[in-house]
């Protein structure tokens, strides 16, 4: 890819949005485009239509969506549903009409069944329910993905999308309502040590496994995937290894320096028992995660620390 070429970043101020800017400025891209959610609305059709139209990115990178942790996914259901369809339809369907040949659509390791077979591979997708907790959101991403792929097939686009499994890092979510449970155990264990406590309350039952993924090795594969000319289908991006709450729980809390006691609470859901990726895919076109768990969560403690400690 040229690294003159205009690159679209929808969602440039969001955790994945802004994980990809730097990645390109540190490739070397001098085109890159951006709009804040005041200059456009991409709930807004005719702004969306009329901005693609205008700039004519050549490739553009969507990274925009509303999201969240189990608690918002399982109460802001409509929000999460509509929303996420909205700007999908509006921009790849605007990219299509305004002659953008290339795009990178960003899903979730929550498109696959709740009960499938560990670890996941991306020929899962659609062979049972989903997790009623993120139902809404899981739907309008695989219609993301099924607007790439039906737009490649009738208009000759060459749209492909990426399934990266839970996310941290940089300019993550710490509001404890929505936010998912790693950057939530940050602020919990971080705010239990500056107040003294002996205890730090874990949503659920500690047992569902989960992977976590740094969000810039996440940049990493998608602009991989960009310079490798894919032009079709979906990659999983993970790390191939995951972690019980629990055992999360500790590693956060060896991290922030907390030593306190867990308390599981029951009241809140575990979710899905278990989302581990299967990353052979990607693996055997030459890109595999870098960031070990525990570094990972360092640095992400050091953002957390540089933006809201104190
Ligand atoms: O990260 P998380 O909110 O989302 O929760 P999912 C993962 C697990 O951590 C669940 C537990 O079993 C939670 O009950 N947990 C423990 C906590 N303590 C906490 C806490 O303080 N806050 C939170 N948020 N969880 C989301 C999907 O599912 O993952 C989205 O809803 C998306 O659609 C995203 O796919 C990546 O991993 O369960």
């Not at 969507?62 to 929000?79: E, F, Q």
């Not at 790439?148 to 399934?163: I, L």
């Not at 289908?233 to 922030?256: C, H, P, Q, W």
């Not at 907390?258 to 029951?266: L, M, T």
Request: aromatic share 8%; net charge neutral.
């Amino acid at each position: 890819m040229d690294r003159a070429a205009r690159v679209y970043i929808a969602g440039h101020n969001g955790m994945v949005g802004s994980a990809l800017v730097r990645r390109l400025q540190q490739a070397g891209y001098t085109n890159i485009l951006t709009r804040t959610r005041a200059e456009l609305e991409l709930l807004d059709q005719a702004a969306t239509h009329a901005f693609l139209a205008q700039e004519k990115p050549d490739f553009i990178f969507m990274a925009a969506a509303i999201v969240g942790g189990i608690h918002a996914n399982n109460t802001l259901r409509a929000d999460f549903i509509y929303q996420n369809l909205m700007v999908e339809a509006n921009l790849i369907h605007g990219a299509w009409l305004a002659g953008v040949q290339r795009l990178c659509f960003l899903g979730s390791s929550c498109i696959y069944p709740r009960d499938c077979p560990q670890p996941i591979k991306e020929d899962y997708l659609l062979t049972g329910p989903l997790e009623p907790t993120n139902e809404p959101y899981a739907i309008a991403k695989i219609a993301g993905i099924k607007l790439c792929e039906s737009c490649n097939r009738q208009h000759g686009t060459k749209y492909f999308s990426v399934m990266p499994t839970n996310l941290y890092g940089a300019n993550d979510s710490y509001d404890l309502a929505s936010s998912h449970v790693l950057p939530a155990l940050i602020r919990k264990a971080h705010e239990a040590k500056q107040r003294g406590d002996n205890e730090l309350a874990v949503w659920g039952s500690g047992k569902p496994m989960r992977e976590f993924l740094f969000v810039d090795d996440l940049a990493d594969a998608c602009v991989f995937l960009m310079e490798k000319g894919i032009t079709d289908g979906f990659y999983n991006v993970g790390t191939g290894k995951d972690v019980t709450i629990r055992e999360l729980a500790e590693i956060v809390m060896s991290v922030v320096g907390f030593a306190g006691r867990i308390v599981f609470d029951a009241t809140k859901p575990d979710g899905t028992p278990r989302k581990l990726l299967d990353v052979s895919r990607l693996r055997e076109i030459g890109w595999q995660a870098r960031t070990p768990l525990r570094e990972g969560i360092a640095l992400a403690y050091r953002d957390f620390m540089a933006r809201h400690g104190g």
